[in-house]
C-alpha cells in the first residue's frame, strides 16, 4: 500500500532568543524557509528576535 | 552566684530535696569539666555526613562514626566517684547497665523546674539540660538535611540553577540589539544560517 502522504503544512517552534524558554507555535508551509519574526516575550517584557527550532539540527 | 543562696529557700521542695540528696557543689554542671575538641578532630565538620553524593555508588557508605568526637555526648561528664543520678551507668565487671536514679520525665521535670526558678547550672548535666540539647542541636541540625555545621541544603534544581539561567538571560539581552540588527540587515531571516536547536 502505498504511504500516506505528508502533509503540506507542518507545526513549527518559535523559541525566544532571550533565552526565557519562552517560545510560540506557527504552522507554516512545509517547503516554507525557516520562520523568524520580532515578538514580544513576557518573561523579559520586551520585544525580541524569534528563530525556528529545527528539529534534528537542520535548517534550509 | 551570690544571689543563689537568697534563692534557696524560694525553690519549690521537690528542688530543694534533689540538691540536698545532690549538692551542686560536687554534682552540678557548673563544676563539671568543660569538654574541648580534641587536637586531631579540630574540625568536627569534616565528620558530618554532606547532603550531596558524588560518587552514586558512595551513597549511605558514610555512615556516622560513632567513635568520632561528639560534645553533646561530651557534655554528659559522669564522675565515678560521685555517681550522676541523671546518667545510666555501666558495671564492668558484669557488662551490664544500671539505670539512671531519674528517668528521663523526673529528669525533664526537674529541668523545667530549675528553668522556672533561674538554677539549671546547679542540676547535673543530663540529656534534658539546655547546654546538651543546644550541643545536640548544633551537630544534627533541625533534623532537615543540610541544616547542620558545615552542611549545605540542596534546594530543588530550579534554585540551583537560577543564577546561571538569569546570567545567560542578562547576557542574551545585552546582545539583543546587534542580533536583531543583523537579521534585519540579512534580510529578516532569509541569510540566517544560526538557527536554534531544539
Known amino acids: ?60 | 552566684m551570690a544571689s543563689i543562696p537568697e534563692t534557696v529557700g524560694k525553690l519549690p521542695l521537690r528542688l530543694r530535696n534533689f540538691f540536698a540528696r545532690y549538692p551542686p557543689q560536687i554534682y552540678s554542671a557548673l563544676v563539671a569539666p568543660t569538654p574541648s575538641v580534641p587536637d586531631g578532630e579540630a574540625s568536627a565538620e569534616q565528620n558530618l555526613p554532606s547532603p550531596y553524593t558524588p560518587d552514586r555508588d558512595a551513597k549511605g557508605a558514610r555512615k556516622p562514626d560513632p567513635e568520632a568526637f561528639s560534645l553533646s555526648q561530651a557534655l554528659l561528664h559522669n564522675d565515678p566517684n560521685n555517681q550522676n543520678p541523671f546518667l545510666p551507668r555501666k558495671i564492668f565487671t558484669t557488662g551490664k547497665w544500671v539505670s539512671p536514679r531519674y528517668g528521663l520525665r523526673q529528669q525533664a521535670d526537674l529541668v523545667k523546674l530549675a528553668i522556672k526558678y533561674n538554677v539549671e547550672p546547679l542540676l547535673p548535666p543530663g540529656r534534658k539540660s539546655t547546654a546538651f540539647k543546644e550541643a545536640r542541636l548544633a551537630e544534627r541540625g533541625l533534623r532537615i538535611k543540610g541544616t547542620g555545621i558545615g552542611q549545605k541544603v540542596k534546594g530543588h534544581k530550579w534554585e540551583r540553577t537560577m543564577e546561571a539561567r538569569l546570567e545567560d538571560r542578562r547576557k542574551a539581552m545585552v546582545e539583543m540589539p546587534e542580533m536583531i540588527r543583523l537579521w534585519k540587515q540579512r534580510g529578516h531571516g532569509r541569510g540566517w544560517r544560526q538557527w536554534p536547536k531544539r
Open chain 1, 1 to 60: 500500500m502505498a504511504k500516506k502522504a505528508k502533509s503540506r503544512t507542518i507545526a513549527v517552534r518559535l523559541i525566544s532568543m532571550a533565552m526565557t524558554g519562552y517560545y510560540r507555535t506557527m504552522i507554516r508551509p512545509r517547503v516554507h524557509r525557516p520562520l523568524s519574526m520580532l515578538k514580544y516575550d513576557p518573561v523579559v517584557k520586551k520585544k525580541v528576535l524569534f528563530l525556528e527550532a529545527t528539529k534534528g539540527g537542520k535548517a534550509k
